[in-house]
C-alpha cells in the first residue's frame, strides 16, 4: 500500500492504482475480494442465511446452491449489484475511484475509463450512492453544528421568461438541503428538504440530536424554537457575525463547499429527482474519511448488503423535478 508522506490526511494509508490493478488482475481475483468482505464469516445463503451452502458445477446459472432452501444464489445476491451484468473486477475499480475523487467522478468519465455505456456508468454511481442511502443510527450527542444551503441554477444562466416566473430573492428556484455535524464524531447528516420552515429544521435537529445537547446555527428566526429543547447559541450572519467564541456553523459550511465543488466542477448539472442521492454520496464519504482507502472500500461494500436498486424505481417519478440544473 502507498505510504508516501503527502500534506492533508498523510496518516491514512492509501492505495495508488498500479496497486489497484495488481490487487484486481482479473475477475477471478476481484469476486473473491468480494467474497472475502461479505462472507468475512463465511458463506451464507441471502435468502435464508443458512450456512448449509456448497459450490456448484460451472454452466449453473449462480456458483453457490443453498441445501436449506435450495436456491442458487452468488455474492451479488441481496446487495445492489443484484442482476448486474457488468464485472466485478469493474464495480471493484468504480468503488475505489468514487472513494477517491473528493469531488467524485461522473458517469461520462467513468463510460470512458471502464469501457461502458454511459448510462450503464451512470446507474452503477447510484448503485454505489445506495450504500450511503440510509440514516446514521447514532444520535449527535454535540455540539452540534447545523445550517442550510440551496443548490440550483444561477437565475443569470435562466432564459428570460424563466427568471420572469421566479418571484422572491435569493433561494426561490433552488432545492434545500438542511445538514448537521457532529462536532464530537466529526460525523455528518444531510438531506434535501421540501422547505427551511420552522417545523422541518425542528424535526429535522431533533431526529438526528440528543435532547440537551449543544446546537450552533446562524440567526435564521426557524431556529429560534430550538432553545425548548437544546443549548441553542446562533452567530449572527446578517449582521457579519461568523466566529462568536465557540459559536460557528464554519465545519457544516466546507461539507457544503465540497458539495458544491462537485456540482460545478465534476456533474456540471444536478436534477432535483436525483439530488438527495448526491447528498447521501457526500455524507457518507465524509464519515468513512477517516479510514484507510482500503477501509473505506470494504465499508461502502458492506453497506450495500440488503440495497436493492432497480432502474425502474430510480428513473420512476419521485414528485421532483428531473431536469437537471446548472
Known sequence: MCMIKAPGKAYREGITLMELFDMFPDEATATKWFEDVLWHEGRKC??????KTAPVK??????????????????????????????LRKWAITV??????????????????????????????????????????????????VDETYV?????????????ELKGRGAVGKTAVVGAKDRQSNKVH??????????TLFSFIEEHTEDGATVYTDDHPAYNQLSKIYHH???????????RMKAHTNGVESFW?????????????????????????????????????????????LRLVGRNLLRVDLIADNGLNSMARS
Open 257 to 301: 463547499s465540497m458539495l458544491k465543488r462537485a456540482h460545478k466542477g465534476t456533474f456540471h448539472k444536478i436534477s432535483p429527482k436525483h439530488l438527495n442521492r448526491y447528498v447521501q454520496e457526500f455524507a457518507g464519504k465524509h464519515n468513512v474519511r477517516e479510514l484507510d482507502t482500503l477501509g473505506q472500500m470494504e465499508d461502502t461494500v
Open 58 to 87: 460451472s454452466g449453473k446459472p449462480m456458483p453457490y446452491w443453498c441445501t436449506n432452501c435450495r436456491s442458487y444464489f452468488s455474492v451479488r445476491t441481496g446487495t445492489a449489484l443484484a442482476r448486474s451484468n457488468v464485472p
Open 96 to 145: 475505489y475511484l468514487c472513494l477517491t475523487s473528493l469531488k467524485s467522478i461522473s458517469s461520462m468519465k467513468l463510460h470512458r475509463d471502464l469501457g461502458v455505456s454511459q448510462p450503464t456508468a451512470w446507474y452503477m454511481m447510484h448503485r454505489i450512492r445506495e450504500a450511503w442511502a440510509g440514516e446514521l443510527e447514532d444520535e449527535f450527542t454535540g455540539p452540534v453544528e
Open 190 to 199: 444531510a438531506k434535501v428538504v421540501e422547505n427551511t420552515d420552522s417545523d
Open 46 to 51: 441471502r435468502k435464508c442465511n443458512s450456512e
Open 233 to 243: 447559541e446562533t452567530v449572527k450572519h446578517s449582521v457579519g457575525e461568523y466566529v
Open 152 to 164: 440550483g441554477g444561477k437565475r443569470r444562466n435562466m432564459p428570460k421568461h424563466k427568471r420572469e
